[in-house]
């Protein structure tokens, strides 16, 4: 994996950007982003959510598990099992600190968003049924508890250990929202299974990548780029063990609006690939988020 140095000026997960022409500044969050894998009858596949029409970000389109870190998950101190602190950092580009939030946030936002818990009773144990968590759960999506009290009250121990880190991707300075999302892969633990009870999906589904990009070619469902980067490269690999063993190099990806021949044109890698497969290209609005 690529070594980066640790960002600086990003304070509690936050930093300001001046938007081109708006004179105003925006808001970079950090967010974690999961993608669950397990093995189907024709290869690894990946746990996917249709997000609520009605949300203010990303609405209807179809996404991982995730969202932002929250400030407790910054404050915390849990149990915890797996590479400390500092191996994060050093993979993800960060300090310590911010590395110990972005975990905590993509554990806690898989729990909230599809019942999926990384989480155990020892450190080398896994929860195998989380129904009788849903109470915890919901209180968690209202902010009602923390991550770190929930652990805490049950007497369980984070998994660290059952993430990978994989990518990293900024939404664009031309959005009105924008974050700094750390992508990272887990597979799913014996006995649990991914659900759809959140406020903010509409519909969820376990596919193949290639399964899910043909869905997007033909127009059902909608991938940012992304998403649709995630799943071109999960694709490559022929099992969910080939998968945790990767060890990708971890650039931060920041799309940029250029005008090329008059007409503005999201660049990112392999954007030219992603754009000429595109089904319907008024429905993207120049975003790079997930």
Same mark, same amino acid.
Do not use: H
């Given at each position: ?15 300001? =950007? ?33 997000? &609520? ?16 870190? $929250? %400030?407790?998950?910054? =404050?915390?101190?849990?149990?915890? #099992? ?12 960060? =300090? ?8 905590? #946030? ?9 019942? &999926?818990?990384?989480?155990?009773? =020892?450190? !080398? ?12 759960? @919901? @209180? ?20 660290? !250990? ?11 300075? &031309?959005?009105?929202?924008?974050? !700094? ?5 887990? &597979?799913?633990? !014996? ?13 969820? @589904? ?14 059902? $469902?909608?991938?940012? %780029? ?34 090329? $021949? ?9 954007? #030219? ?11 993207? @609005?120049?975003? #790079?988020?997930?």
């Amino acid at each position: 994996m690529s070594r980066r140095s640790p960002s600086g000026g990003y304070g509690a997960g936050v930093s300001e =950007t001046t938007v081109p022409g708006s004179g105003s500044a925006v808001a970079i969050k950090d967010a974690s982003t999961v993608m669950l894998v397990r093995e189907g009858d024709s290869g690894p596949e990946v746990f996917l959510q249709r997000r &609520v029409g009605a949300m203010a970000f990303a609405a209807g389109m179809t996404v991982f598990p995730g969202g932002g870190v $929250d %400030p407790s998950d910054a =404050t915390v101190e849990l149990e915890w #099992a797996g590479p400390d602190p500092q191996w994060w950092a050093d993979r993800l580009g960060t =300090t310590a600190g911010r590395a110990k939030a972005l975990v905590c #946030a993509a554990v806690r936002e898989t729990f909230e968003e599809c019942g &999926v818990l990384l989480a155990g009773p =020892t450190a !080398d144990s896994v929860i195998a049924d989380t129904a009788g968590y849903r109470d915890a759960r @919901q @209180q968690l999506e209202r902010r009602e508890l923390t991550l770190a009290q929930f652990l805490a009250e049950e007497k369980l121990v984070l998994r660290a !250990d059952l993430l990978r880190p994989w990518a990293n991707w900024i939404t664009p300075v &031309v959005e009105p929202r924008r974050y !700094d999302t750390r992508f990272f892969v887990a &597979v799913l633990p !014996d006995g649990q299974k991914a659900d759809g009870a959140t406020s903010e999906a509409a519909a969820v @589904q376990w596919r193949t990548p290639a399964a899910a990009l043909e869905r997007w070619r033909a127009g059902e $469902d909608v991938l940012l %780029p992304p998403t649709w980067s995630q799943l071109v490269a999960l694709g490559a690999f022929g099992s969910t063990s080939e998968i945790l063993a990767a060890e990708p190099v971890i650039e931060p990806i920041l799309p940029v609006l250029t005008d090329v $021949d008059g007409k503005q044109v999201l660049n990112f890698p392999d954007n #030219a690939r992603y754009f000429a497969d595109l089904p319907d290209k008024n429905r993207l @609005q120049g975003s #790079a988020r997930d």
